[in-house]
């Protein structure tokens, strides 16, 4: 490019892989990605919730990590492998970390359960584990459950950790 | 809550962003992990003419052991020195720092250089970096210099980058410090620090205490003089002029910083006898 002419434009064409689909749309530079989700693309799983990087609800994987998607520009994903918790289910197959918050009781009114869920699909990738209370909790703290249920959702990550060294 | 309408630009390469930061300057704001900058221009607090992307210079994130230091590229993310065999051996208490920053998703997308641009007067690793004793490398497209770490920010949010600059690097002395430690406390709903301390063998560091992260020089002086943890510790806020925010009063600071102090002292195994 030349930079005889000031750089930047105001709309930006994303490219990306949404719950294994490829996506392509052109959206204000200033949108957010969980705006580009949720509006564009009508993956309404992410939610948003503080809307200031603290409560977690809009917690989506960006290449496999939990990010925030209300702190995170749609061009900045340009390229990037995004999965949602709509992406995580094989067929009528939940994803086990969608099974173990059933078996454990692990959510309540449904709100931050999407970005909960996510979050911890990014921590058993991340952690190898043995994982204690300890981990778990100080791992979720970027996760608030406004229903404050946090010990059945310590309960099932604890209990998928175990299962996992078991199997 | 979105930003104002802004510009953006994705540098491809940092050739590109430094001839781009030579042409334009401040009308270009570097956006790197953005998990500062974004919730910033989310409030409304900040506002750009046009961000210039740097998340494709990839090129910038890296931990590298060179003969007298270890060098850590402005780009890498936070979540990449938990666990670094590199900095686990030679710069365990960056490790430390970025163990206490946000949350893992704050933590997946949040750069180095990004913290330390952003000049906060309580960030966590700029404080451990002043601790280290760390160099920071500033690049333009005609050269590069080395400012100090504790000497980067001038004021919260402002530094001595300038306009055609952009953080490249960090170096961290080697060899590091044998004895280390990083206290903060910080309010959990909250997660910035009110009052951090780092420690690396006779160095002390201070965030939450004043405009900028400052060495505590009055601990230090005390400390080569042979005093005890208690008497050091009690000087833990000398030439400290900390804020009287929504965080806290200045006076609990104060306190804070000689606990804290006096803690991560202990802690680290400061061996210096109690006069009492």
Known sequence: MSIDAQPGTTTVAVTATVNGRPENRRVPARTLLVHLLREELGLTAATVGCDTTSCGACTVLLDGRSVKSCTLLAAQADGADIRTAEGLADGDRLHPVQEAFGEHHALQCGFCTPGMVLAVVSLLQENPGPLTEHDVRHALKGNLCRCTGYHNIVRAVLALDGARRAG | ?276
């Open chain 2, 1 to 276: 809550m979105i930003p104002a309408s802004l510009h953006y630009h994705r540098a491809r390469d940092l050739t590109e962003a430094l001839e781009l930061r030579q042409a334009y300057g401040d009308q270009l704001r570097p956006l790197a992990g953005g998990q500062s900058l974004l919730p910033a221009l989310k409030l409304r607090r900040d506002r750009v003419d046009t961000l210039l992307d740097l998340g494709r210079v990839t090129e910038l994130s890296y931990v590298a052991h060179r003969d007298d230091h270890l060098a850590v590229g402005a780009l890498t993310r936070y979540h990449l020195l938990l666990g670094d065999p590199l900095v686990d051996r030679y710069a365990p208490l960056l490790a430390a720092a970025a163990a206490a920053v946000g949350d893992p998703q704050v933590r997946h997308l949040g750069t180095v250089g990004g913290a330390l641009a952003q000049a906060d007067p309580a960030a966590d690793l700029p404080l451990a970096l002043v601790a280290l004793d760390a160099v920071v490398v500033l690049r333009s497209a005609t050269g590069a210099r080395q400012v100090p770490a504790a000497e980067l920010a001038v004021a919260p949010g402002v530094t001595v980058c300038r306009p055609d600059e952009l953080v490249t690097e960090v170096r961290v002395p080697l060899p590091g410090p044998a004895r280390w430690r990083y206290l903060t406390f910080a309010r959990p709903a909250l997660e910035w620090s009110v009052v951090a301390v780092a420690v690396a063998d006779s160095r002390v560091a201070l965030a939450g205490m004043g405009p900028t992260i400052r060495r505590a020089y009055g601990v230090e002086a005390a400390l080569a003089e042979g005093a005890g943890v208690t008497v050091a510790a009690a000087r833990a806020d000398e030439g400290c002029d900390p804020p009287d925010d929504v965080r806290a009063s200045a006076a609990y600071r104060r306190h804070l910083s000689r606990v804290l102090v006096a803690r991560a002292l202990t802690d680290s195994g400061t061996t210096v006898e109690e006069p009492r």
